[in-house]
């Protein structure tokens, strides 16, 4: 019913910059909150930061101050701008939403995206 889609990774320079875009799309009323997850290799995913619809932010501390969450609503769409990138962040990224698809607005499910690779890499 509900498909996220990520785009925006790739293999950047430490010190560099990406923005990550994600998408959802199919049978959706609202999305109550948007966030971004990594997982880097043999790691378990973490929080990175995540969005509430009225535009509330809440970030991991390894983060702060290097990457900034944001959403367009009437898009559907979440993005991560990442700055100062470090090797560190490298890890596949995946977007989240807890998403209403009718007006019964407290019933929400959980939706992922695919997943897209940010290595950063010298």
């Known amino acids: 019913q509900v498909q996220l889609v990520e785009s925006g990774g790739g293999l950047v320079q430490p010190g560099g910059s990406l923005r990550l875009s994600c998408a959802a799309s199919g049978s959706i009323f609202s999305i109550n909150v948007m966030g971004w997850y990594r997982q880097g290799p043999g790691k378990q995913r973490e929080l990175v930061a995540d969005?509430?619809?009225?535009?509330?932010?809440n970030y991991a501390g390894s983060v702060k101050g290097r990457f900034t969450i944001s959403r367009d609503n009437a898009k559907n769409t979440v993005y991560l701008q990442m700055n100062s990138l470090k090797p560190e962040d490298t890890a596949v990224y995946y977007c989240?939403?807890?998403?209403?698809?009718?007006?019964?607005?407290?019933?929400?499910?959980?939706?992922w995206g695919q997943g897209t690779q940010v290595t950063v890499s010298s």
């Open positions: 969005i509430t619809s009225g535009g509330n932010t």
């Open positions: 989240k939403g807890l998403v209403a698809t009718t007006a019964q607005l407290d019933y929400l499910r959980q939706y």
